[in-house]
């Protein structure tokens, strides 16, 4: 088994990889989706950051997302194993369907994130725990520390998938 420090950075690197794709391939960098994202993602490109970066930021605060999906999932897996990371999945779906989001960008991380996670742990290469903390720094690294540099990173990353 890898030392702690280093299982939180591998948790970082594959949670920011997962969740950032598949957020992207969802299509959350197009528009505003749920209720609020486009007001977030406008005020976004009006303090000099990119529209679409700033609708995926947007998404991410107004419903479940892949980034919660991962972080729960992550929880999950922590606390029950596979079956915490379905029963995970099971709350991000009622979450997004609660915010009328009608994508699936949330369910589909969870998932996702269940397998890597159960996977990884049971290979005894990283463990559960190390992936809330690598969950926690990857939202962290696009919410909190630059929403002007983190929306052109977003924008860039849709702009690939376009």
Known sequence: MLTEITQIIIAFAVSFI??????????LPKEGGVCGAAAIGEAVE???GDIHGGYMLGNIVCSPDASAGTLLAACGVCLFGLYGGLIA????????????????????GALVATLVIWGLANA??????????????A??????ISHKYASRLLGKLWRLRA
């Open 18 to 27: 997962l969740y950032a794709t598949i957020d992207v391939l969802a299509g």
């Open 46 to 48: 009006k303090s000099g």
């Open 89 to 108: 999945a099971v709350f991000v779906y009622i979450g997004n369907r609660i915010c009328s989001d009608k994508g699936y960008a949330g369910t589909a």
């Open 124 to 137: 005894g290469l990283i463990a559960p725990q190390s992936f809330i903390a690598g969950m926690v720094l």
């Open 139 to 144: 939202i962290l690294v696009i919410q909190g």
